[in-house]
């Protein structure tokens, strides 16, 4: 069945999903994973108090809701977390890409130097979308074994998630990337 959806309706669902996600596990996002994943559907998380905002994990355990505007240069093209060690990177990414599971469909490729560098956000998308604690949705296949260049979930409604690498170059070939 062919359809199409605008990006903004696109964003937007995904962004439902996300937060659906995060609430199915007891999460609320801390403000550098929120501004980002903000930027991409074209809006700046403001540090000002709004009712009406959306929900962050403020670094002395509290949440606050913060305000979201119009960003003005529109949707981010491009979205880097540069960050220390162990500060959430990974994890982030995963959840930002995990929302697209509910569009049917899609393709989401995760493109790393080597496969074991795609492992641990393809894990964790792995975790979101399919076990008890994430969102519980079934695969039609599933294959995690980087050593082996092979990294690949296809979800019922047909949106795939594959990790590719250098390793392989042919696979960075085509026009799904």
Not at 140 to 157: C, H, I, S, Y
Request: hydrophobic fraction near 40%; include cysteine; aromatic fraction near 10%.
């Amino acid at each position: 069945m062919a359809y199409s959806i605008t990006p903004d309706q696109r964003d937007s669902i995904a962004e439902a999903f996300r937060d659906r996600l995060l609430e199915k596990q007891g999460l609320v996002p801390f403000p550098h994973q929120k501004e980002w994943w903000a930027a991409a559907a074209g809006q700046l998380l403001l540090d000002v108090p709004d009712p009406s905002g959306t929900l962050v994990r403020l670094p002395d355990g509290s949440t606050a809701s913060w305000m979201l505007a119009p960003r003005p240069e529109g949707r981010a093209r491009f979205l880097a977390l540069l960050a220390a060690y162990k500060v959430g990177k990974s994890w982030s990414a995963a959840l930002w890409a995990a929302g697209f599971a509910c569009i049917p469909d899609r393709r989401i490729s995760l493109i790393g130097l080597e496969y074991a560098i795609t492992e641990p956000e393809f894990s964790y998308i792995i975790d979101m979308l399919l076990s008890d604690q994430g969102m519980n949705m079934k695969a039609k296949n599933v294959t995690n074994r980087p050593k082996a260049g092979d990294m690949f979930l296809e979800l019922d409604n047909g949106t795939r998630f594959e990790a590719k690498s250098l390793e392989r170059k042919d696979s960075l070939k085509g026009r799904e990337i």
